[in-house]
Antibody
Framework: QLQLQESGSGLVKPSQTLSLTCAVS??????????WSWIRQPPGKGLEWIGY???????YYNPSLKSRVTISVDRSKNQFSLKLSSVTAADTAVYYC??????????WGQGTTVTVSS | QSALTQPRSVSGSPGQSVTISCTGT?????????VSWYQQHPGKAPKLMIY???KRPSGVPDRFSGSKSGNTASLTISGLQAEDEADYYC??????????FGGGTKLTVL
């Protein structure tokens, strides 16, 4: 059974770069037909799609975040990562990683809380 | 890319049916048959309930159904149960390999 687990810095200072990793177990991140996504949820608010990396390595980002986001994959470690630069308090959120099968996200990690504060 | 519009809250009694709407534009909901719905209980990760407008993943009860008309998609939950109380989010493909979520709807089972 495929499982995803987020990890990374829980506290980030304003203007710095947020870095998170999603470890994939129970399956290969190189499996064709899937993409690997990041989604976030600010406290008390709704979900926001951040972006994803396709199994081919192509990346696609939310236009509102595109200038600050980088998603990459490490196939040797079966994991993918998120970097979000120049963070502000508005980037405080629970960050989820998920597998997308075509046009929906069918397997989600449990989420990790990131707080932006000095 | 604006968030899809959902009602802030809906409610229903056990056994009843409720419908949650999700309104977008011809650039997202209306333009593609790629609407999905997610259930989220407090403090938990979202769970996929419906994909491609009306398809149910394995394990999702058939009490959950989806449909679409024009720029509005809908999630209907029939035979409402206490455990259905949760937040529900719609999501649509929005072209150029991007997605957009709705603002979320809180379902209360009375």
């Amino acid at each position: 059974q495929l499982q995803l687990q987020e990890s990374g810095s829980g506290l980030v200072k304003p203007s710095q770069t947020l870095s998170l990793t999603c470890a994939v177990s129970g399956g290969s991140i190189s499996s064709g037909g899937y993409s690997w996504s990041w989604i976030r949820q600010p406290p008390g608010k709704g979900l926001e799609w951040i972006g994803y990396i396709y199994h081919s390595g192509s990346t696609y980002y939310n236009p509102s975040l595109k200038s600050r986001v980088t998603i990459s994959v490490d196939r040797s470690k079966n994991q993918f990562s998120l970097k979000l630069s120049s963070v502000t308090a508005a980037d405080t959120a629970v960050y989820y990683c998920a597998r997308a099968a075509f046009w929906s996200m069918d397997v989600w990690g449990q989420g990790t809380t990131v707080t932006v504060s000095s | 890319q604006s968030a899809l519009t959902q009602p802030r809250s809906v409610s229903g009694s056990p056994g009843q049916s409720v419908t949650i709407s999700c309104t977008g534009t011809s650039s997202d909901v209306g333009g593609y048959n790629y609407v999905s719905w997610y259930q989220q209980h407090p403090g938990k990760a979202p769970k996929l309930m419906i994909y491609d407008v009306s398809k149910r993943p394995s394990g999702v009860p058939d009490r959950f159904s989806g449909s679409k008309s024009g720029n509005t998609a809908s999630l209907t939950i029939s035979g409402l149960q206490a455990e259905d109380e949760a937040d529900y989010y719609c999501c649509s493909y929005a072209g150029s390999y991007t997605f957009v979520f709705g603002g979320g709807t809180k379902l209360t089972v009375l």
